[in-house]
C-alpha cells in the first residue's frame, strides 16, 4: 500500500518565521518533519511513499537524493578524482517517488496529479507534511479495510494553545494551563482512501478538505477513525519548538520506531 504525503504547502506563520526552507523540511531534533512523518508509517510496515512536491519542492528532492550525505560521515578524496567513503551509512527501507504538483496547487489538485502512481485496486494512505501522531496506522488501515466505505477520516481532539481563566466577577479563581480542546473533535490529517475518491476532484483548484471530503460525508461513504492519543500539528515556531523539546527530552510520543 502507498503513502501519499501532500508536502506542497509552505505555513503562512510559520513560513514567515522560518523564511527558507518548504515546512515538511524543517527540523524536529535534527531531521526534517518530514522524516519523522515517514517513521511512523515506516514503522508500521509502509514504506512506499509518493510525496507531493509544491514551494521549493526542489529541496526535498535533493534532500533524499544526497540522503547518505546527509545522514552519514564521508570522507571525500579530491586527490583521487573526487572519490567519496561513507561511513556508518543510515539507510531506510523506503522507496520514494517525488511529484512535482505544482506551488500553487490545492490539495486536491496535488493528488489528482499523482493518480497515476497509484494502485486503482488497492486503497491508499494520506496525510499531510505538517503533522506527527502516536497512531498506529496497521490499525488505522485494518480499521479502514473492515468497515467497506470509500474513505477514512482520523478525528482527533486538538491540543490547547492558551491558559484558561475561571472568575469570580472581576476575581480568578482558577487557572489552567494550555487546557485541551472543548471536546469537539477535527480533521486530524490521517486518511485511508480507495483512489476513486479523486474522482470528486475537479481541477487543480480543488481543495481535498472542503469538496471531496464534504462529498463523501453527505453520500455516507466517509468513516471516523478516533484517535485519542497523542497528535500536533506544525502551524506555528511555537509548535515547532514544542515538538523540539519533547523529542530532546527522549519524550517524543510519536517516536514508534
Known sequence: MRTVILAGGLGTRL?????????????IGGM???WHIMKIYSAAGFNDFVICLGYKGYLIKEYFANYFLHTSDVTIDLR???????????????????V?????????????????????????????GD???????????????????????TSVTPPGRFGALEFDGDLVTDFREKPAGDGGRINGGFFVADPSVLDLVDGPETVWESGPLEQL??????????????????????DKMHLDELWRAGNAPWKRW
Open 131 to 153: 503533522g506527527v501522531a502516536d497512531i498506529d496506522v496497521g490499525e488505522l488501515v485494518r480499521f479502514h479495510n473492515a468497515h467497506g466505505h470509500r474513505a477514512t477520516i
Open 32 to 34: 526534517p518533519i518530514l
Open 15 to 27: 513560513g514567515e518565521e522560518t523564511n527558507v526552507r518548504p515546512k515538511p523540511m524543517v527540523e
Open 100 to 128: 512535482d504538483t505544482g506551488a500553487d496547487t490545492m490539495t486536491g489538485g496535488r493528488l489528482a496529479a499523482i493518480r497515476h502512481h497509484l494502485d486503482p485496486d488497492e486503497p491508499f494512505c494520506l496525510t499531510y
Open 217 to 238: 460525508a453527505r453520500r455516507g461513504e466517509l468513516m471516523s477513525y478516533r484517535h485519542d492519543g497523542f497528535w500536533q500539528p506544525m502551524d506555528t515556531l511555537r
Open 80 to 98: 583521487g578524482g573526487n572519490g567519496m567513503e561513507v561511513h556508518f551509512a543510515r539507510s531506510e527501507p523506503w522507496r520514494i517517488t517525488l
